[in-house]
């Protein structure tokens, strides 16, 4: 599991959001559906709405510690503009690089 360090986060730039979108719910549902074949319990936790938790910071403000090799980045669909990483060992999503 990748180790994640956050040093000196600026509050004022944390921004904190649920998504109902159905690009983030299948992206969810879709790591959860490849734990269960991996015979893992399901790591992708959805709120009772259907919705996908986040919390927005800046790419400066994170540094990967160890564990780099557990990292997987995929677009969920073709011409995704939203690269999406995930933990290979446990199929926890951990964070998008956005957008442009």
Same mark, same amino acid.
């Given at each position: 599991m990748p180790m994640w360090h956050s040093e000196g986060l600026n509050r004022l730039s944390?921004?904190?959001f649920v998504c109902y979108s159905k690009d983030c719910r299948g992206y969810y549902n879709a790591l959860n559906a490849l734990a269960k074949n991996a015979g893992k +319990?399901?790591?992708a936790a959805l709120d009772p709405f259907g919705g996908c938790d986040f919390t927005q910071i800046y790419p400066c403000e994170i540094t990967i510690?160890?564990?780099q090799d557990q990292l997987e980045t995929r677009l969920i669909r073709k011409n995704? +503009?939203?690269p999406r990483t995930y933990a290979k060992c446990c199929f926890t999503p951990l964070f998008s690089t956005g957008g442009t």
């Open positions: 944390t921004l904190r +319990p399901e790591a510690r160890e564990g995704s +503009p939203i």
